[in-house]
């Protein structure tokens, strides 16, 4: 949904009085990327989730050694599952990236 024109000319006021009033942040914000983790990256998180469940759970009458490792290994996917569903800020300036210069 789009602004109108009032609220276009209101946000087009708040950002020249930003760029006004705080030049070096202004340029900091504007050289900012928001970069997410890859989705293959959290589907293998995920099924190494699970797998540490698996071993948890069965493993635990039997090996509980074994069972401490799924569920280092559970609790270690599951830390970078949440991790990866924040984006990472990652500063324009000194990146090397091509596409983070877009």
């Known amino acids: 949904m789009g602004l109108d024109d009032r609220e276009q000319r209101i946000l087009d006021e708040i950002e020249r009085q930003f760029y006004d009033e705080n030049p070096d942040l202004a340029d900091a914000v504007r050289n ?7 989705v293959g990256r959290l ?5 190494l989730a699970v797998i540490g469940l698996v071993f948890l759970v069965y493993m635990f009458p ?4 074994v069972a401490s490792i799924g569920f280092i290994v559970m609790v270690g996917s599951v830390f970078v599952i949440v991790q990866g569903r924040r984006p990472k800020v990652v ?10 210069e877009d």
């Open 32 to 38: 900012i990327a928001r970069v997410p983790m890859s």
């Open 62 to 65: 039997d090996n509980p050694v």
């Open 91 to 100: 500063d324009r300036r000194h990146s090397t990236d091509a596409r983070a």
């Open 43 to 47: 589907r293998m998180a995920g099924v």
